[in-house]
């Protein structure tokens, strides 16, 4: 995730996480645990944060490559501008076995107008 999903990021270096994090979980689909132990059994409990963080790495990595701007800490260098029109939006995500499903929701501004950035 550091290598393709930092935050200085492009469409290719996150596409090619994604490639990535697809073999490995064709190399988790043959995943063998040689302990037996039903309790504090440590290899089961691995396999499935195993199993979590690659579901995680592919939310953040799609929704990521949604986003075709910058802002903040997600600094595409293929969009270094940010996009108000059409990302002041929340994405939500959501995993399923078919993929992911990316959905937003709009920001609602109180009382602070978003401004950029400026170093």
């Not at 697809?22 to 037996?36: E, V």
């Not at 940010?82 to 009382?111: C, K, W």
Request: hydrophobic residues 35%; proline residues 3%; aromatic residues 10%.
């Amino acid at each position: 995730m550091t290598e393709h999903c930092g935050v200085f990021r492009s469409e290719a270096v996150m596409q090619e996480g994604l490639k990535k994090l697809q073999q490995l979980k064709q190399q988790y689909n043959q995943i063998y645990l040689d302990d037996q132990e039903p309790c504090w059994n440590t290899e089961i409990i691995e396999a499935m944060e195993l199993q979590s963080i690659m579901m995680v790495g592919e939310i953040i990595l799609t929704s990521a490559a949604q986003r075709k701007e910058s802002r903040g800490a997600h600094s595409r260098e293929d969009y270094p501008e940010r996009d108000d029109e059409h990302f002041l939006q929340h994405t939500l995500a959501y995993y399923s076995s078919a993929g992911i499903d990316i959905n937003y929701m709009p920001v609602v501004i109180n009382m602070f107008e978003p401004q950029e950035r400026k170093y």
